[in-house]
Nanobody, 118 residues
Framework: QVQLVESGGGLVQPGGSLRLSCAASGFTFSSYAVTWYRQAPGKERELVASISTTGSSTNYADSVKGRFTISRDNAKNTVYLQINSLKPEDTAVYLC???????????WGRGTQVTVSS
C-alpha cells in the first residue's frame, strides 16, 4: 500500500523552528522527486521546496529561501523540511508530494499543520 505520511507540525512562536518529515512506503522512494507544498486557509496551494531523487538538486520558493532546508534520506525513505525563523505567514498545512521520473505516478500525503503564533 502506497503511503506518504507527514509529521512534525505543531504550534510554535514566531522565530521558532520545526522539522517536518515525510515518510514513504509502498513504492521505490529513491526513484521519486519530492516536493513540499503548503496551503493556508483561503489561499491556493503553494510550492515550498523540492528535491531531486538523489538530493543533489533542490529548489525553494522565494518566500522561504534562507529559512527552509529540504533534505532526504533514501535509506529511511524520508524527506525532511527544516523550517527556521518561522513567521505567522508560514501558518499552513504542509503536504508532501512524490512524483516519479516522467510524472507517470504521483502521490500525496494528508499534511501536517504548522501554526505560528505568539
Amino acid at each position: 500500500q502506497v503511503q506518504l505520511v507527514e509529521s512534525g507540525g505543531g504550534l510554535v512562536q514566531p522565530g521558532g523552528s520545526l522539522r517536518l518529515s515525510c515518510a514513504a512506503s509502498g513504492f521505490t522512494f529513491s526513484s521519486y522527486a519530492v516536493t513540499w507544498y503548503r496551503q493556508a486557509p483561503g489561499k491556493e496551494r503553494e510550492l515550498v521546496a523540492s528535491i531531486s531523487t538523489t538530493g543533489s538538486s533542490t529548489n525553494y520558493a522565494d518566500s522561504v529561501k534562507g529559512r527552509f532546508t529540504i533534505s532526504r534520506d533514501n535509506a529511511k525513505n524520508t524527506v525532511y523540511l527544516q523550517i527556521n525563523s518561522l513567521k505567522p505567514e508560514d501558518t499552513a498545512v504542509y503536504l508532501c508530494n512524490a512524483i516519479s521520473l516522467g510524472g507517470a505516478r504521483n502521490y500525496w500525503g494528508r499534511g501536517t499543520q504548522v501554526t505560528v503564533s505568539s
